[in-house]
């Protein structure tokens, strides 16, 4: 099933209904869109020591990608699959620190840049051990302390990133710390597409944001578009108040920016994750549970 969609925005109509309950849509999207795009994989403070190991999963619930952040003896950082290439088990459960990884099921053991170096009883078998025993290397990068992979890349991080970086340069994004008490979670019964679109779209603020809309001037809402991105600046309604003050940018008058990671909906969707970084230094983690449902997550 297709679903077309006109890239002039003064022709585009919204998505025909069907597309938000069509299960091969879902598994479509999943496939060609979520496989081949960079997803968060949060911070990278349980993995900062050589020897650690930090196991995370790629995209809850939709991918379920079990995945292992292995920092070897010499300080690289590699995302290794966390499944025994032998019988499937989960390798690391828990951020730990060792020299090797090892399976629990029958003490397979891996090198830190996923190389299998020994299996109990298979002395003298031939062409033993062979790459295919070795743990899948993912592809894997880093901005500002965050990591992020992808199973099948469509185009390179830094390519996702590029004109993101350089227009927040100024942004501290590598000092924020985590606060976990001001985490929010909810449980949307909605399609993921349509809490995007709700999202990429600013003409709802005066309506349904009444805060937001006394700081932000709506009218100058704007959508410049990176490679892959979406960046969100809007411009401050009031630059003498004082709650722009912590993004204020150097040499430049106040404003407001909004760094948002998030898929916009045209034939070249290259990522899901949303990522806000504004007044309140806030990111936001979306997970999607099934076609019906999706978790957002503040903190």
């Not at 051990?129 to 592809?139: A, G, M, T, V, Y």
């Not at 290259?270 to 806030?282: D, F, K, M, N, P």
């Not at 990111?283 to 999706?294: I, N, P, S």
Request: charge should be negative.
């Amino acid at each position: 099933m297709r679903y077309p969609i006109d890239a002039d925005i003064a022709s585009a109509s919204t998505l025909e209904g069907r597309f938000y309950s069509d299960p091969e849509a879902y598994a479509a999207c999943t496939e060609r869109v979520f496989t081949r795009t960079w997803q968060w994989l949060g911070t990278l403070d349980d993995i900062s020591v050589s020897g650690s190991l930090a196991p995370r999963d790629l995209l809850p619930d939709c991918l379920d990608e079990p995945l292992l952040l292995a920092r070897d003896a010499g300080g690289t950082l590699r995302c290794l699959s966390n499944v025994c290439t032998h019988r499937g088990n989960i390798l690391v459960t828990a951020p730990c620190h060792t020299s090797q990884i090892r399976c629990g099921y029958h003490s397979r053991r891996f090198d830190l840049d996923g190389r299998m170096v020994f299996m109990p009883e298979f002395m003298g078998v031939k062409e033993f051990p062979s790459r295919s025993d070795d743990l899948p290397q993912i592809p894997f990068g880093e901005w500002q302390g965050h990591g992020f992979a992808a199973l099948d890349p469509a185009a390179p991080l830094e390519a996702f990133i590029g004109d993101i970086t350089s227009r927040l340069a100024w942004l501290p994004v590598a000092d924020f710390e985590p606060r976990p008490e001001r985490r929010r979670d909810f449980d949307v019964a909605a399609h993921w597409a349509l809490y995007v679109e709700n999202y990429l779209e600013g003409f709802h603020i005066p309506f349904v944001h009444a805060g937001l809309h006394q700081v932000v001037d709506a009218r100058g809402h704007q959508r410049p578009r990176a490679p892959g991105a979406k960046l969100v600046p809007g411009q401050v309604a009031h630059p003498e108040e004082e709650v722009v003050d912590a993004v204020r940018s150097p040499g430049a008058e106040a404003r407001l920016e909004l760094l948002q990671l998030g898929l916009h909906r045209d034939e070249d969707i290259r990522v899901h994750q949303l990522t806000e970084l504004g007044v309140s230094q806030q990111l936001a983690e979306l997970c999607l549970v099934d076609g019906e449902r999706l978790r957002p997550a503040f903190r």
